[in-house]
Each structure stands twice: as C-alpha cells, then as structure tokens.
C-alpha cells in the first residue's frame, strides 16, 4: 500500500483525475465511483478535460435503501449532478435504491459486476473506517449485501439531509471481497476526522473493526491522504 502527501482534496482529485484519464487513453475501462465529499475533486476535474467515457463503463459502491433516482439525496442524483450529464458513460450502474427487494438487487449487482471486472476503484473512508458502507463487522468475504448503517455513518452524512432522522438507515453495497477485485484503488482522505482511520489503516492490523484494513492485502492501493488525515501517523 502506497500513500501520497497532497495539500487537500482539490489537489488528490487533481492527481487521481490525471491516473484515470491516463488509462482512459489506453483503452476503455470499468471505472469504480464512490460518492461523498471526498470524490467530488476528481469529478470536477474529469468534467474539465477532454476525457470521453463513451466507450466505458461506470460501477458505483453503494446506494440508499428507500430513495429513487429522483431524490436529492440518492446517491443516483449525486452521480447525475456531479459527473454523468457533464460525462455520460457508455453504461453507468448504480445499486436500485428503490428497490426494497434485496434479494434481487443483490443478484443483478453481481452478475454486473461478474460482467465489468473493475479496473480502477475510488474509494472514500468512513471516520469508522468503512469502504463502501461496509461497516465494522462485515467479513472480508463479503460481497454485495445490505447493511444497517452505523451510528456515526448515520452522524456523519446528515449533512447531506435537513436532519439525522432522514438518513436511510440501510444501504445496499459492494462487499469487501468484490472491492478487492479491483485491479487498482485509489483511496482519498483528507482532513483530521479521517486520522484515527487513517492511522489504523496504515499502522494497524487487518481486521474487521477496521474494514478498510483489509486493503493492506491488495497489491495496488494509493492513499491520497492530507496533513490534516496523515496527523496521527509515526512517520509522516
Ligand atoms: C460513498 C462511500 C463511503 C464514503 C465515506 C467517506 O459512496 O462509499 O464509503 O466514501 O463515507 O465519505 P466522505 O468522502 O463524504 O467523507
């Protein structure tokens, strides 16, 4: 696992956007999207060069359980507002959150994803250390599933809603084993909510408190980390 010092999140979008354009030149990729503050950078940038994801194909991490594509707060909406109608994709994925039928999302996200072997992921991390919404607890071998969000990703993302309780407190999500599928992961944290994660990510041992340990296993992971979520490390 290697990690890179940037000066903020505009700055790792910056270098994150040139990785994925330089792939994007090679050939047509699948391309795994995460939402959340820590994306929007790349996105930003994506949209400013002349990069055509015409022929490619795009995989999200996870959706809200309960809202539709219409909803502001679907992680559908975010992907359409931030990304998809400046740079529409040959075919983009997104978990069904309206769907309340698990079952059967789960079953159409995994043959797409048996389909589309993901070449880069980009990933957030949750103060708790999620990936995904795979909170502590969920076995390395997950794959796609349903999970109750936790408390603090509940706390942590009402700053998207008017208040806690309209937070969905489910979600449907990739699982850790189909994110270590990827060929490539690009992690970006920025900021001192991030350092306890960041710490045990990098220093700690792999396990299922901190699901995004699991990461230290995979053989090309870049970290794009700032002061701020770098703070708590032994060697900066
Ligand atoms: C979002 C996702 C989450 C976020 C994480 C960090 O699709 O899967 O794991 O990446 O909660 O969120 P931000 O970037 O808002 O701090």
Not at 162 to 169: F, G, H, I, M
Not at 178 to 188: D, G, H, R, S, W
Request: contains cysteine; hydrophobic residues 40%; aromatic residues 10%.
């Amino acid at each position: 696992m290697e990690w890179i010092k940037v000066k903020n999140l505009e700055h790792a979008g910056k270098l994150v956007a040139s990785q994925i354009e330089a792939l994007v030149k090679q050939k047509n990729i699948v391309l795994g999207l995460a939402t959340g503050s820590s994306p929007i950078p790349v996105y930003d940038y994506l949209i400013k060069s002349d990069i055509d994801f015409s022929n490619s194909i795009s995989i999200n991490l996870d959706e809200y359980v309960g809202l539709n594509q219409q909803d502001p707060q679907s992680y559908y909406y975010f992907m359409h507002q931030h990304l998809f109608q400046f740079k529409p994709f040959k075919k983009s994925y997104i978990p069904d959150g309206s769907n309340l039928n698990a079952e059967e999302v789960i079953h159409e996200y995994e043959e797409i994803l048996k389909q589309y072997p993901i070449d880069i992921q980009l990933l957030g991390i949750g103060r708790n250390g999620h990936i995904g919404f795979n909170e502590p607890g969920t076995p390395f071998n997950s794959r796609t599933h349903k999970i109750a969000l936790a408390d603090s990703t509940i706390e942590a993302n009402q700053r998207f809603f008017t208040n806690k309780e309209s937070v969905p407190r489910f979600a449907y999500t990739m699982g850790l084993a189909n994110i270590m599928q990827a060929k490539q992961i690009f992690l970006i944290a920025c900021g001192k909510s991030k350092s306890p994660a960041i710490k045990a990510l990098i220093e700690g041992d792999i396990t299922t408190d901190l699901p995004a340990s699991i990461l230290q296993t995979h053989p090309n992971v870049t970290l794009y980390i700032d002061d701020g979520a770098a703070s708590l490390l032994n060697q900066v």
